[in-house]
């Protein structure tokens, strides 16, 4: 048999992703305090790439993997040719607009300066509404507003402590975002009884996981 190679987002997603696979009797050869990358299971014939959360689909895309699990803001943002799966629903959190209290999102011709580790989701949401001037940054994008280095912000929003903390709101909630389980085009067609027989096991993983009984 054929080994099926799966790609998991380290950080944020692997537990999640973990116990959703234990409640099928998979994944429990990954081991989260090693520094390896690549976890075999010989009787099921899967094996495991931990990767980036950023580099899953690109894995996916390339062929490297047959299927990933990653969020769906990376792929909004990257826009790689695969298909998406399954909604996990869990990494649960929103894109938002965000800045100080009462800021305006609709500035007519001023350009609105919007700082961001998304710049394709950004684009995209604004293009036909407000003209925009993107400040791209790699993280601890609440500062931006702050610094008066941009006016607003777009970023992920899960609990709201980051933004409360440091004195932003949320301005406009953009979408929802959760985990999603993607495969290469072409490993779906040459692989499908594989691929769907493991989502099968994830679903029921998920359920149980979830609290829902099987039966
Ligand atoms: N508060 C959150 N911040 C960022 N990602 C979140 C959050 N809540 C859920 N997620 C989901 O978890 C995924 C992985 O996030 P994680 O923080 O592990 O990695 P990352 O921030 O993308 O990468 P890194 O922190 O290594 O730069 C995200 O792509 C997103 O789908
Ligand atoms: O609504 P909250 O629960 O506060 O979560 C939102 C924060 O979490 C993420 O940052 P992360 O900690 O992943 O670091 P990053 O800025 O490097 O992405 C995101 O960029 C926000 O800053």
């Known amino acids: ?99 100080f209290p009462n800021t305006l999102i609709d500035k007519g011709e001023e350009p609105l300066r919007i700082a961001t580790k998304y710049p394709n989701i950004t684009t995209n949401y604004f293009q036909d509404r407000q003209k925009i001037e993107l400040i791209y940054l790699n993280g601890s994008v609440e500062l931006a507003p702050i610094v008066g280095l941009s006016d607003i912000i777009v970023d992920l929003v899960e609990t709201g402590s980051t933004l409360k903390a440091n004195g932003l709101v949320i301005l406009e909630e953009m979408m929802t975002i959760s985990a999603r389980v993607i495969s290469n085009r072409v490993s779906y067609r040459f692989q499908h009884d594989r691929i769907q027989q493991f989502l099968d096991e994830v679903k029921k993983g998920k359920m149980v996981y979830a609290g829902n009984s099987i039966n």
């Open 1 to 99: 048999m054929k080994w099926l190679i799966i790609a998991v987002a380290k950080g944020r997603l692997e537990d999640e992703v973990k116990k959703i696979l234990a409640q099928a009797g998979l994944g429990n050869v990954i081991d989260s305090d090693s520094r390896k990358l690549i976890f075999e299971d010989d009787k099921n014939r899967i094996r495991y790439l931990v990767v980036k959360p950023v580099d899953v689909a690109t894995y996916v895309e390339s062929g490297v993997a047959d299927l990933g699990f990653v969020g769906k803001d990376v792929l909004l943002e990257q826009e790689k040719d695969v298909y998406e799966l399954m909604d996990l629903e869990f990494g649960k959190c929103i894109f938002a607009a965000a800045g």
